[in-house]
């Protein structure tokens, strides 16, 4: 069974400041690490990591995939406060196409 | 584009009703899921389907029923409620599973 672990599960920051949020994973075909970022209501889409592409940069945000050692990482710099929010790591396995194993998340609340 | 439209918003079921939660997606993606989200808890899947006709279970299935009979529409139905489905469902979808998915803004359901 796949398996996501996020840590830490809370974090709490001054505006300014850089965060690294972190992913393992357990899946047994992989496939895709996805970083969603949910603020109140749902889910939107920030990043997806494959074997093909395993770093990515939008802005202050920056994400880097490890398939030897099974983890993603997910920076966010000089943080604001409009980054608070959860973040979910979510993998999705070849051999269920379209099934995809979320973690618990992390909470990231910034202060000004 | 609507993107991917849930109804309704907000419900209160008694034990042992039945409903159907919609989903619909107006931009031809192949891939449709269905998961819930308890407090401080990640996404847990559902069901998924990878194409109209075609279902499979996710994580927690039992209580659902699903069904896909067009590419647009991908209905979940709860058989007869029970409080311990109470939660926040998000419908969502992805073309070819490329990318991250697109998610509804929600449905809260409290069983009562």
Same mark, same amino acid.
């Given at each position: 069974?796949?398996?996501?672990?996020?840590?830490?599960?809370?974090?709490?920051?001054?505006?300014?400041?850089?965060?690294?949020?972190?992913?393992?994973?357990?899946? %047994?075909?992989?496939?895709? #690490?996805?970083?969603?970022?949910? /603020? $109140? !209501?749902?889910? %939107?889409?920030?990043?997806? #990591?494959?074997?093909?592409?395993? /770093? $990515? !940069?939008?802005?202050?945000?920056?994400?880097? #995939?490890?398939?030897?050692?099974?983890?993603?990482?997910?920076?966010?710099?000089?943080?604001?406060?409009?980054?608070?929010?959860?973040?979910?790591?979510?993998?999705?396995?070849?051999?269920?196409?379209?099934?995809?194993?979320?973690?618990?998340?992390?909470?990231?609340?910034?202060?000004? | 584009?609507?993107?991917?439209?849930?109804?309704?918003?907000?419900?209160?079921?008694?034990?042992?009703?039945?409903?159907?939660?919609?989903?619909?997606?107006?931009?031809?993606?192949?891939?449709?899921?269905?998961?819930?989200?308890?407090?401080?808890?990640?996404?847990?899947?559902?069901?998924?389907?990878?194409?109209?006709?075609?279902?499979?279970?996710?994580?927690?299935?039992?209580?659902?029923?699903?069904?896909?009979?067009?590419?647009?529409?991908?209905?979940?139905?709860?058989?007869?409620?029970?409080?311990?489905?109470?939660?926040?469902?998000?419908?969502?979808?992805?073309?070819?599973?490329?990318?991250?998915?697109?998610?509804?803004?929600?449905?809260?359901?409290?069983?009562?």
């Amino acid at each position: 069974e796949d398996k996501v672990v996020q840590s830490p599960l809370s974090l709490v920051v001054h505006e300014g400041d850089t965060v690294t949020l972190n992913c393992s994973y357990e899946v %047994t075909n992989f496939r895709s #690490l996805l970083w969603y970022k949910q /603020e $109140k !209501k749902a889910p %939107t889409f920030l990043f997806m #990591l494959t074997s093909s592409g395993i /770093e $990515k !940069k939008s802005g202050r945000l920056s994400s880097i #995939l490890d398939k030897k050692e099974l983890f993603s990482i997910l920076n966010i710099t000089a943080t604001q406060t409009g980054d608070s929010a959860v973040y979910l790591c979510a993998v999705e396995d070849n051999t269920n196409a379209g099934k995809s194993t979320f973690g618990d998340g992390t909470t990231l609340t910034v202060k000004p | 584009n609507a993107g991917v439209t849930q109804t309704p918003k907000f419900q209160v079921l008694k034990t042992g009703q039945s409903m159907t939660l919609q989903c619909a997606q107006d931009m031809n993606h192949e891939y449709m899921s269905w998961y819930r989200q308890d407090p401080g808890m990640g996404l847990r899947l559902i069901h998924y389907s990878v194409g109209a006709g075609i279902t499979d279970q996710g994580e927690v299935p039992n209580g659902y029923n699903v069904s896909r009979s067009t590419t647009e529409d991908f209905p979940l139905r709860l058989l007869s409620a029970a409080p311990s489905q109470t939660s926040v469902y998000f419908c969502a979808s992805s073309y070819l599973g490329q990318g991250g998915y697109t998610f509804g803004s929600g449905t809260r359901l409290t069983v009562v």
